[in-house]
């Protein structure tokens, strides 16, 4: 069982940067292959990064690449997020997500992922 509890989301402007973090409990977090989604009012959830377990792999959304990096700190069972550039469009509830032990593809769709938080908010303003 994993438990993942996201924080640093908040209100910007256009423009600016945000670093999301997904805190895990548990002690296989670095076992794990480690993703980001998002879901905006209306919209079907979408895959915005994926991290191999031990960080060496990443694998980013086209609308988000040059612009947002993930990475993991697996000493302090963390997964980030760093945003920048932010648009009006990044506007979002933001989840990570942990695929089960032994996956080792990065993968961008939701049931490729089991365990999932709660979300964090970003809102971009224009």
């Known amino acids: 069982q994993v438990q993942l509890a996201e924080s640093g989301g908040g209100l910007v402007q256009a423009g600016a940067s945000l670093r999301l973090s997904c805190t895990a409990s548990?002690?296989?977090?670095?076992?794990?292959?480690m993703g980001w989604f998002r879901q905006a009012p209306g919209k079907e959830r979408e895959f915005v990064a994926a991290?191999?377990?031990?960080?060496?792999?990443?694998l980013a959304a086209e609308s988000v690449k040059g612009r947002f990096i993930i990475s993991r700190d697996n000493a302090k069972n963390t997964l980030y997020l760093q945003m920048n550039s932010l648009k009006p469009e990044d506007t979002a509830v933001y989840y990570c997500?942990?695929?089960?032990?032994?996956?080792?593809?990065?993968?961008?769709?939701?049931?490729?992922?089991?365990?999932w938080g709660q979300g964090t908010q970003v809102t971009v303003s224009s």
């Open positions: 997500a942990a695929r089960s032990n032994g996956f080792t593809t990065l993968q961008n769709y939701r049931s490729a992922y089991e365990y």
């Open positions: 991290i191999s377990a031990i960080g060496g792999s990443t």
């Open positions: 548990g002690r296989t977090f670095s076992n794990r292959v």
